[in-house]
């Protein structure tokens, strides 16, 4: 396949800008970021600087990889990291357009690379149980109910990449913080501190400067992981309980 | 050459470790609250250790080159966690957990660490439960196990196909909430480039901040390396990209002594290489050979016209296929150990049977699972995996036999650590799979994730204080002495050195070149003259990387090339190293298949006479080594060899 990307290019030389290049022979095998490789290699061998973009693990998980493609965060393929997606979901002759996860919380540090570094925060401010180690009972002392632990499971599976920010008009991070939130308020071990939690965490997510969520529902869509909505829903409901609730903590 | 004393303590084996903790050293709350300790690594073990340390009143720095710590590359393991709970009334015990583990390694482990692991196996489970991890549930709320290769109990806990990512959220966690506290100093896109040794004592590092290139000196009362193993130096493997030994090795040139770096875990089940543009291996869990079939065709014209796409794998029948694992091994078949699984891998393929373009496959089919149990249950045991395999290769495997071929996966080889995990510098501490400790030659399925946790949460807090106990007078470490100049001055020198070349070849260039070398002289099967013309391209290489390569930019940026040329460094001289080590090493044992040590039935010959040690070697400068042993003494176990047919 012969492609034409429009790359985003920031940083260095380039103030902000997308850039032309083409690339030849690439097979339908090669994964997203491997052309990317070869595109790099090429840069590198006319002494250019390549083209700075995040990965890590390239299997999908590490949620490293983080690029908007076409303008769908991961590219068109549902359910599908950058890493995992392949060139077979490309035609011969193609224009792409690849541009960074762009948030006022993810501020771009070069190229398609940009700072995640509130998301973590996030987590800092409550996304976690409060026990120390060696503080642990027997594990199956609690029992829990399959399909319980089974839905705490779904919402733990998100991998952090922005994703849900980068296609949100609003660039929430709802989806994200509503994971986290839901995984712990499911499981009985993360069930006491709920309330404070759902505060300290959306507390951290506004002064991060993300939006509001006006319901669009677009994370979903574009979530690598499939990561529903519903999680939001009882976002609201821990946060409002935390606000009104017999068990209010402010 | 010293023998090495790896302080462990008296007593019977099932004893030590409680005795040992009732003894040992303890620093009061007051004193903790000053002494610093550096951490560097987030993974299993590198995060958990942070948390703990800071939970236990510590000051802990961690850092890592990943913008957050939750990408250590222990989120990416799939199966599962050994403990010995018992759970399943099976007769698993923290002995059988203990034997197993011994004998996987093919007896080229320390007993004492084994037990100690199979010991804290069980307080992992209850840690990650109370921190809210999702493990698998049976309808009674209790929580599920699975049974892993080379047992014959059910001891593995697992999350779906994401064990290693739930563990490292929860160890992330913990680890977030002592970030909040201000107990931890989290430095993210920091690689360190130096360990630093102030009167002998490891005392510090030297880290770049990769956003901005600085090159910035951090000091403590200790180090600690949780910095993940090497099997990059193969180029392709199933690690993370960004996974390296830069870390380590540092701490190897500056008197860390590197034990058993030929050990190297080649696991069976990857989707292979589709191309000379493939950057990294996708592994397919073990678990699949539970109903796989492994084949590959009989005759050689078969595989040609397969390779030519003439034929299709649906054209062969049954008699025109070679079952090879189920004929070879008839009592395990399918699930001999991983090494077993992947040399006979290899045999066939090398015979000119293998399938798929580049001849470097096998098959793994399902068909007759699919039809003895249909192909709803097959989905639910490993749609997710199926589902992967399909992304990557365009391929139905529920139609269609999957390819395989095996990949470097773990390396058990990694710095020497005492009982302790102190290695021969003192106050330098190494956990995880950058230690050599626990695996032997050969590491079992879900157990990498245990050991991980095990340093981390279980033991490191404990020993640590042997050392530190020693240290409650000692002020704080002033970044401002020779010692911590003379490693930035080395530093810089080598990152100005790399810029310098200007050469014509790219970072990765070389580093595909070093893999090819690795993986033909010193993988899955080496011989004494392959392993000396591996060692002496490697050689050729390194000069030509210093002569020719081509690193853009400059050190005072973002500059991920130059992150890869200096870990790409260190990897050329690494190479040369496994080589020598495996050259050394006259036996075959688990990961490490010398091919003149075989039995007429090609079955590894291994020789506990002479080489029942653990190989440990001291760096003497770029390409020179001295070799130390540590006697392996086997108390409790007798050795025997393994046999799977």
Redesign the interface.
């Known amino acids: 396949m012969r492609l034409t990307l429009k790359v985003w290019r920031e940083?260095?030389k380039y103030v902000g800008q997308f850039v032309d290049y083409k690339v030849d022979n690439i097979?339908?095998?090669?994964?997203f970021?491997?052309m990317l490789?070869?595109l790099n290699?090429q840069l590198?061998?006319e002494?250019?600087?390549?083209i700075?973009f995040?990965?890590?693990?390239?299997?999908?998980?590490?949620?490293?990889c983080s690029m908007v493609i076409n303008g769908q965060p991961h590219g068109p393929?549902k359910s599908?990291t950058t890493c995992?997606l392949?060139m077979?979901s490309f035609n011969d002759g193609d224009v792409i357009y690849i541009e960074p996860f762009r948030a006022k919380a993810f501020p771009v540090?070069?190229d398609l690379?940009v700072?995640?570094?509130s998301?973590?925060r996030i987590?800092?401010?409550g996304?976690?149980?409060?026990?120390?180690?060696?503080?642990?009972?027997?594990?199956?002392a609690?029992?829990?109910?399959?399909d319980t632990?089974?839905q705490?499971?779904d919402a733990?599976?998100c991998?952090?990449c922005g994703a849900c920010v980068a296609a949100c008009p609003n660039a929430s991070a709802m989806l994200f913080t509503s994971a986290k939130v839901s995984?712990?308020a499911t499981?009985p071990?993360?069930k006491v501190e709920a309330r404070k939690r759902a505060q300290s965490m959306v507390k951290q997510m506004d002064a991060e400067g993300f939006g509001k969520c006006s319901n669009v529902t677009a994370c979903e869509a574009e979530c690598p992981k499939g990561i529903s909505v519903t999680n939001i829903a009882k976002l609201n409901r821990e946060y409002m309980g935390s606000v009104f609730g017999s068990d209010k903590v402010m | 050459m010293t023998k090495l004393d790896a302080k462990v303590p008296k007593g019977a084996l099932s004893d030590k470790w409680q005795q040992y903790k009732g003894t040992m050293k303890l620093v009061a709350p007051n004193n903790k609250r000053r002494i610093e300790v550096i951490v560097v690594g987030t993974g299993l073990a590198g995060g958990a250790c942070a948390a703990t340390l800071a939970e236990l009143g510590y000051k802990v720095k961690v850092f890592t080159f990943h913008d957050s710590p939750r990408r250590a590359h222990s989120i990416a393991a799939q199966g599962g966690i050994n403990a010995a709970k018992n759970y399943q009334n099976d007769g698993d015990s923290v002995y059988r957990l203990f034997y197993d583990t011994i004998k996987g390694g093919d007896y080229r482990s320390r007993e004492s660490n084994v037990h100690r692991l199979a010991e804290v196996s069980t307080n992992i489970i209850d840690q990650c439960v109370a921190q809210g991890v999702p493990f698998a549930r049976e309808y009674g709320g209790l929580l599920a196990n699975r049974s892993f290769g080379g047992v014959q109990v059910s001891r593995t806990f697992y999350a779906r196909g994401q064990t290693g990512q739930q563990l490292l959220l929860g160890a992330y966690q913990a680890l977030s909430r002592q970030i909040a506290n201000g107990n931890v100093t989290l430095y993210n896109r920091h690689e360190m480039l130096d360990l630093v040794k102030v009167d002998g004592k490891a005392r510090g590092i030297i880290a770049r901040n990769l956003l901005t290139g600085e090159i910035e000196r951090h000091a403590a009362h200790c180090v600690v390396l949780g910095t993940g193993g090497y099997g990059n130096v193969f180029y392709l493997s199933t690690n993370a990209m960004n996974s390296n030994t830069s870390a380590a090795w540092r701490a190897h040139r500056k008197g860390a002594f590197m034990a058993n770096p030929c050990y190297t875990q080649i696991h069976p089940t990857c989707i292979p290489v589709s191309g000379h543009y493939q950057s990294k291996l996708t592994l397919m869990s073990e678990s699949l050979r539970n109903d796989g079939r492994v084949w590959v065709p009989k005759s050689k014209a078969d595989s040609d016209a397969i390779r030519k796409g003439e034929k299709s794998p649906l054209d062969l029948s049954e008699d025109q296929r070679d079952y090879y694992l189920e004929r070879i091994y008839p009592s395990f078949g399918n699930l001999v150990p991983r090494d077993v699984a992947s040399r006979a891998a290899k045999y066939v393929c090398d015979e000119g049977r293998g399938v798929s373009k580049t001849g470097l496959a096998v098959y793994l089919d399902f068909s007759d699972a699919i039809n003895r149990l249909g192909e709803d249950t097959i989905s639910a045991r490993y749609g997710n995996l199926f589902e992967i395999y399909e992304k990557i290769t365009g391929e139905n495997p529920y139609k269609r036999p999957m390819r395989i071929y095996p990949a470097v996966h773990y390396t058990m080889g990694g710095l020497w650590v005492d009982y302790n995990l102190q290695t021969t510098v003192p106050g330098c501490f190494a956990l995880g799979e950058a230690n050599f400790s626990d695996h032997g030659a050969n590491r079992l399925g879900a157990s990498a994730l245990m050991q991980g946790l095990a340093d981390g949460y279980f033991v490191i807090p404990y020993t640590i204080g042997q050392f530190l106990a020693d240290e409650i007078r000692t002020p704080n470490i002033s970044t401002d002495q020779g010692a911590f100049a003379e490693a930035e001055t080395e530093v810089r020198g080598r990152i100005e050195k790399l810029l310098a070349i200007k050469g014509n070849q790219s970072v990765e260039s070389f580093h595909r070149r070093l893999g090819q070398y690795m993986w033909d002289y010193c993988g899955m099967s080496r011989s004494a003259e392959g392993l000396e013309k591996g060692i002496k391209l490697i050689r050729e290489l390194r000069d030509e990387f210093y002569k020719d390569v081509f690193v853009p930019g400059s050190n005072e940026e973002y500059n991920p090339e130059l992150e890869k040329a200096l870990r790409v460094a260190d990897f050329l001289e690494l190479g040369e190293l496994m080589c020598k080590d495996a050259l050394n090493r006259n036996e075959s044992c688990g990961g490490h298949f010398r091919e003149e040590y075989q039995t007429e039935e090609g079955e590894a010959t291994r020789n506990d006479e002479d080489f029942a040690y653990v190989a440990a070697w001291e760096s003497k400068g770029m390409g020179e080594s001295e070799l130390h042993k540590e006697d392996l003494v086997f108390e409790n176990v007798e050795l025997k060899t393994r046999s799977y047919k």
Request: charged share 25%; aromatic share 4%.
């Open positions: 940083g260095g097979s339908t095998d090669m994964s970021l491997e490789d070869v290699e590198i061998q002494k250019e600087t390549p700075a995040e990965h890590d693990c390239r299997e999908g998980i590490c949620g490293t393929m599908t995992q392949h077979r540090i070069r690379v700072n995640r570094d998301f973590d987590i800092q401010a996304g976690y149980v409060s026990v120390n180690t060696g503080q642990a009972q027997d594990a199956n609690i029992p829990i109910e399959k632990s089974s705490a499971f733990a599976t991998i952090g995984h712990l499981m071990q993360g």
